[in-house]
């Protein structure tokens, strides 16, 4: 710890809805090298009546940062996420399309107890229809070295809120979101269609249900009646109540992906994935049946967008 | 009542999963005569481990018929519902497709403390896709004599799981489940898309919100994406919190609406529209959008049925 300290240049913040992450970073080859890490509350923890928010907001970051600075005192700090939006800390405007995804055009700095903390902007679009990012566009920053220049990246963020996001030579053209995650959810979890599923059998093969839900992931099909329909096949013993879950999630994520296929041509871009290896994997099934491949973005693009995005603001040296 | 006991010749059950219904049916003029009704506890009341469910049935059965059979002993009785589902009284098998409406063809009859009771079946398919339906059978038994004859009539039943059915000369030939009330409810009071919405303002028009979300219904559109739109643009101040619930209904009544045109071809087949004023008043408003209008059947179409399988079954006259 002594000599991880030494080396530390920047304290990177990933500050959430429900998760706070800190990363004490050093200069790396390709990427930053993560000396320490913690983990923290995220800003639901802190009410909106609250009347001192400022302070609850520190007392967190105290639990995320506090030793480190200690330690040595003054380190430059940067942070992304719903720390910066309306509810959080403290509100960093949004950023329009086209926008450069490392730089310092789109920050707002909260001095706190332990210096300046500069934060991340999001991104928002209005047209042809709203959307907004906060978060995605610091791991699309750690991203863009990785990416072809001179072409459009389609990179896949799978998750609760999925995202689709256009990327050339380090500007976000576009971006959408599908809420295929939350769905997956409430339709599992909570509805007439989970009701009729069962737990897993033991060593199941999880690509028998996802499969059986991608073949009836059509572009026409709402999913309010293909969905009924893997409850009305496990009552007609055509579909195993133990693979209901992965039919739901291959439904969903494949005509997530049919709707992209119809509005995009996926074959003609590169298509990157970020997230983890069970998720993903789901991704790149479901992307196969339209005959593209996608390949998977390093695990820490977040703590690499992080320290881009503060070489970009001057905060550190490359 | 004295009167009424005397005219009576038949009681009809409508025994479903939360509640129970019964009339006092007399012969009429087009339809039958409602005499009387009393409502009852539905089959989900009598648990799966009841050590005697047959006593615990009656008991039901009891609030629902005791008096007029106590008047009137011997009346016959009919039944439609989930009573006979596995998990109700007795099952009563389903029937396949193409399947008369009325006759005496798919009946269960279980002995009951009041005399036999014959249960209406289901029907059941299992190509292209699985579905089950149980008790509309007989509502749309009671709507068949006011359907064109030689025509191919496409009825829509509206509610937490709406049926889509093709009927023609009293024959069912087809039918589809869409779950959109079902999903209105998870995205309406349990998801990010619900949480941005506020209660409708007094004397609100729910054309406004629900035309939005007609709006956004496009075939190649995956709710996933489409219904985060709603969220994304209540921040972007694009929609009012007001107007969200209409939003969500207009989206998924619209893409169920936009599915069956992409697979029928609406124009060609007259449309009746079953059940109340303010559901089938969206599916002929999201119907408009198609070029198509449909008319509204008769409210008593139950009782309708009832007594057309009465009559098919030889327990009363015509």
């Known amino acids: 710890m002594t000599n991880a300290i030494e080396a530390a240049r920047l304290i990177g913040l990933d500050w959430g809805t429900t998760h706070a992450r800190s990363y004490l970073l050093a200069p790396g080859t390709g990427a930053p090298r993560l000396l320490d890490q913690r983990a923290g509350d995220g800003i639901l923890s802190v009410s909106p009546d609250d009347p001192d928010r400022d302070a609850a907001f520190n007392a967190i970051l105290r639990t995320l940062v506090a030793d480190w600075q200690q330690a ?14 309306a509810q959080g800390w403290r509100e960093a405007s949004y950023r329009s399309l086209p926008t450069p995804l490392a730089g310092d055009g789109g920050m707002t700095t909260v001095d706190t107890d332990f210096g300046a903390l500069p934060i991340i902007a999001g991104v928002k679009k209005s047209r042809p229809n709203a959307d907004v990012i906060r978060g995605e566009e610091t791991q699309l920053a750690g991203l863009v070295p990785e990416l072809a220049a001179g072409r459009t990246t389609l990179v896949v963020m799978p998750g609760t809120h999925t995202k689709w996001a256009q990327v050339r030579d380090g500007v976000l053209l576009d971006f959408d ?3 295929s995650g939350e769905l997956f959810a409430l339709l599992a979890d ?7 599923g069962a737990p897993p059998e033991p060593g199941q093969d999880w690509r028998t249900g ?3 839900g991608l073949d009836r992931a059509g572009h026409t099909d709402a999913l ?12 007609d013993a055509q579909l195993p109540a133990s693979q209901v879950r992965d039919a739901i999630s291959g439904l969903l994520i494949g005509s997530e992906v049919a ?13 990157v994935l970020v997230g983890g290896a069970e998720l993903t994997g789901r ?14 973005a390093p695990d820490d693009v977040t703590i690499r967008g992080l320290w881009r995005s503060a070489v970009g603001a001057g905060l550190v040296g490359e």
């Open 283 to 296: 991704y790149q099934r479901a992307l196969a049946r339209h005959g593209v491949s996608a390949t998977l």
């Open 224 to 235: 309010a009646f293909a969905a009924f329909v893997i409850r009305s096949s496990v009552l």
């Open 190 to 196: 909570r509805s007439m269609v989970g009701r009729a």
């Open 210 to 212: 996802f499969d059986w």
């Open 259 to 271: 709707d992209r296929a119809a509005k995009l041509d996926l074959a003609s871009m590169p298509i």
């Open 72 to 85: 040595s005192p003054g380190l430059p700090m940067i942070a992304c996420g719903m720390v910066g939006a």
């Open 177 to 179: 979101t599908a809420m």
